[in-house]
């Protein structure tokens, strides 16, 4: 059996108590509004996909959801004050070595949507930039294994939120989509990656719409934005392996 399902769930008593602190801060920090709380699904595994343009994205899937909540993500954070990065380590997650395959942790999130589990994910693969990407082909490729359905969510606002403002709690919206799924790809070599590529482009269409207009990048209705957003397209990782030897990236 594997570890994922040995371990799953887990940290309950812990992760009840980091909800509901979140629940707390949130409160003293932001003005928050949560839209489509009812497109949650119920009774079955999910995917939960997000854009990634803060640091603070996944405290904010915390936020919403429940201990069930497993994550994936990069294994190193640069965009993170050091302060927080223990904070996912606290809640447990299964890390992503960029450039490496992370064959255990892909394993993991398989098993834990097998188990009925919900897996977040941040499909953009890193927060150096504050209007949407493209997506990197490790959350379609899940996607295609499990055939569980996708859930999209919109965080607005969560840049505003520091440098905190005295006396004053920066808005902020959740915006829950529709599920929709299941994702299938049938091809082999090149042309299943291709298949990964143009469903990594379905999900962020579905992240983008629950979006302000100004910040769908290459989703956007409008020319001048997506013209403007090809410079942050790039994957800043491409050509290089995370690990204890390579500098820190995110």
């Known amino acids: 059996m594997s570890e994922a399902l040995l371990k799953y769930p887990r940290r309950k008593a812990l992760r009840a108590f980091l909800h509901h602190l979140s629940r707390l801060v949130f409160w003293i920090l932001a003005d928050v509004k949560i839209v489509g709380k009812e497109n949650i699904p119920q009774g079955e595994p999910f995917f939960v996909v997000g854009n990634h ?10 936020r919403i959801f429940s201990w069930r909540l497993e994550f994936v993500g990069g294994a190193q954070m640069p965009h993170a004050p050091g302060i927080v990065k223990f904070i996912p380590w606290l809640w447990g997650y299964y890390p992503l070595y960029r450039g490496t395959g992370s064959r255990d942790s892909l ?10 589990g919900i897996l977040g994910i941040f499909p953009e693969g890193g927060s150096w930039a504050e209007v949407l990407r493209p997506a990197r ?9 499990t055939e569980a359905r996708i859930l999209p969510v919109g965080l607005v606002g969560l840049n505003d939120v520091f440098p905190l403002k005295l ?51 290459r989703y956007s209705d409008d020319p001048a934005i997506r013209k403007a957003a090809k410079e942050f397209e790039a994957y800043p990782w491409e050509d290089k392996l995370e690990g204890e030897v390579v500098g820190e990236v995110h």
Do not use: N
Not at 172 to 201: M, N, S, V, W
């Open 53 to 62: 343009f803060s640091f603070i994205d996944p405290v904010c899937f915390v």
């Open 107 to 116: 394993r993991a999130a398989e098993a834990i949507l097998q188990y009925g």
């Open 167 to 217: 006396g004053k709690r920066a808005k902020i919206e959740f915006h829950i989509g529709k599920p929709f799924g299941p994702l299938k790809a049938d091809g082999r070599g090149r042309e299943r990656r291709r298949q990964l590529d143009e469903l990594g482009h379905e999900i962020m269409r579905q992240v983008a719409v629950l979006l302000p207009q100004e910040k769908r990048g």
């Open 137 to 145: 082909p490790g959350t379609a490729y899940l996607a295609t294994r």
